[in-house]
C-alpha cells in the first residue's frame, strides 16, 4: 500500500522560510515525477512545483525564484524549501507522486495535506 506522509507546515512571518518533505513508500513502480500542490481557501488546488525522475524542475509563476523542490539521494523523497514567504502562499500543501506501472501507464497518490499560514 502506497503512503506518502508529509510533514514541516507551520505558521511563519511574513519573509520567513519553512522546509516541506514528502516521504513515499509502499510500491515496486518506479517514480517518473512528485510534485507540490497547494489549496487555499475558496480557491482551486494549483502545482507549487514538479520534479521529474530525470530532475527536471518547472515552477508556478508565482513562487519562481523562491521555492526550491529537490529530491534525496534514493529518490523516495521530496522536498520543497520556501523562502520569503509572502501571506498569499498560505494555503493547505500537498504531495503527489506519479509512478510509472508500463510503457504509457502512470498511477499516482496523494499527500494527506499539510497547512502552512503566512501570517505577522
Known amino acids: 500500500q502506497v503512503q506518502l506522509v508529509e510533514s514541516g507546515g507551520g505558521l511563519v512571518q511574513p519573509g520567513g522560510s519553512l522546509r516541506l518533505s514528502c516521504a513515499a513508500s509502499g510500491s515496486d513502480f518506479s517514480i517518473y515525477a512528485m510534485a507540490w500542490y497547494r489549496q487555499a481557501p475558496g480557491k482551486q488546488r494549483e502545482l507549487v512545483a514538479r520534479i521529474t525522475n530525470r530532475d527536471i524542475t518547472d515552477y508556478a509563476d508565482s513562487v519562481e525564484g523562491r521555492f526550491t523542490i529537490s529530491r534525496d539521494n534514493a529518490k523516495t523523497a521530496v522536498y520543497l524549501q520556501m523562502n520569503s514567504l509572502k501571506p498569499e502562499d498560505t494555503a493547505v500543501y500537498y504531495c503527489?507522486?506519479?509512478?510509472?506501472?508500463?510503457?504509457?501507464?502512470?498511477?499516482?497518490?496523494w499527500g494527506q495535506g499539510t497547512q502552512v499560514t503566512v501570517s505577522s
Open positions: 503527489n507522486v506519479i509512478f510509472t506501472l508500463a510503457i504509457g501507464k502512470w498511477e499516482d497518490y
